[in-house]
Structures are given as structure tokens and as C-alpha cells.
């Protein structure tokens, strides 16, 4: 198994970052544990230290995968300075310096995961996208999910018909699932909503501004710091973290497992 050595700028919230990984791995396909984040089937490991990432394995474009889910090219002084600009934010920049936020090691993936957790708990996604893996022998291609049999999953009607238009429309390259993407494809099938096109956003297409408003778990954290959650007061907050919006989400959610 090959190894490479990947640097990041300091400070690097690797505990963050995989911490938030671990409850949203797939079952059968991913796992994060011991400071690593492997790929079951494909032999990958990324371990994650104090001044860099041991990557192993022989998979095609591996360091830049790795580099994406990593988010190992932030710049999180420049991040953390803007963040600053919202007191609310400052503390929590302060104690947890270099959040970085997760990318994907396959933006298909990510995409299928994000459309499980519409309207569920972190827990109950990651349970269905491990009854879908099983059902399906493996982590479908896009054109198999698209004609996918999806009745031993457990999902709506409407959540099963969302997923198969999704890799539907992978499939014939009508969306786009890699950085800098245009989002408003996504915007366009059944099923995919602001919060998904917003979550892509920011895991896929690596958009730094990309922030799911309506989240409740932000919502939650802004209440949990005394501020005020309502939607309108949440988009405006929001409007002092530009361009970094993802960044001041991905505080806010690692604040509430703090």
C-alpha cells in the first residue's frame, strides 16, 4: 500500500473534523476511529496528526480526495479573522481554532447522505444509508440507484423518488457533483430542497459561503448562546461571517457537541 504525506496550515481542528465525520460514516463503506478516517472496501486510510495526514492507499487521485475531505487547504487564520467580526462567533473561534469543514471523498456519496438526513437525526440517516448500502450490495453508481429497487430501505415514497432522479440526473450529466459546481441543477430535481443544495454546497462543491439557514441544529446552537434563532435573525447574523458562512455553520455545530 502506498503512503503519502499531506500538510495543512496551522491551526487544524482534526478532532472537529473527524468528529463530525464519525456519526455521518456510511456503514459498509466508511468508518472513523483511532484519529482516521479508512474506506472499507477500497483500503484507505487517512490518519490524521498533529503537523499532517498519513494517507494510505493506491486509489486514483487519493491525495486530492483526501485534500477535499480533509479541508486541508483552508486558510483558517484568514477564516478565523473573519469569523471574529461576530462576538458571538469570537468565542467560539477562540476555543476552537482551525474548524475546518468536511469535504467528500465522492461527492456522490455525500449527495445520497444529504438527501437520507432531510428531516431525520444524524443517527437515523446514517441507519438508512447503511439499509440502503446492504439492499443494494455496495454503494450504487449513480445509474444503478436511478433504477434502484429501493422498497427494503424504509424510505418515503417521495424520499426514494428523490434519490433515484438524483442519480438520474448524475447519470446523464445533468448535475454535477465535484468543487465549484453550479448548485442551481440540484435546485431543479424533486425532492431537493435549500438545506440539500445548501449542504452539497458546502461538502461538495467546496463553496466557503455555503451555509443551510433553515438547519435546526443551528438554531439550536444560537440558542444554546443566548441568541436569537428566529429565521430572519439567523440569515442576518449570518450575513457578518461572508464570505465564510460554511465556517461559522461548522462552528455552530461542533459547539453543540462541546
Partial sequence: MGVQHLTFKRPYDGTGLLGFLAPRA???????????????REGVELRVGESGVVVGGTVPGLAG????????????????????GDPLLAGLVERRPGVRVPGAFDGFEVAVRAVLGQQVSVAGATTLAGRLVRALGGFPSPAQLAEADLGEVGLTRARAAALRALGGAVA???VRLEPAADPAALLELPGIGPWTAAYIGMRVFRDPDAIPLDDLGLRRALERLGADARP???????????????YGAMQLWLSLSS
Fill in 26 to 40: 456510511i456503514p459498509g463503506v466508511e468508518a472513523v476511529a483511532g484519529g482516521a478516517y479508512r474506506r472499507v
Fill in 232 to 246: 430572519a435573525a439567523v440569515a442576518a447574523r449570518a450575513e457578518r461571517w461572508r464570505p465564510y458562512r460554511a
Fill in 172 to 174: 446523464a450529466g445533468r
Fill in 65 to 84: 480526495r483526501a485534500r477535499s475531505l480533509l479541508d486541508l487547504d483552508a486558510d483558517a487564520g484568514l477564516i478565523g479573522e473573519a469569523l471574529r
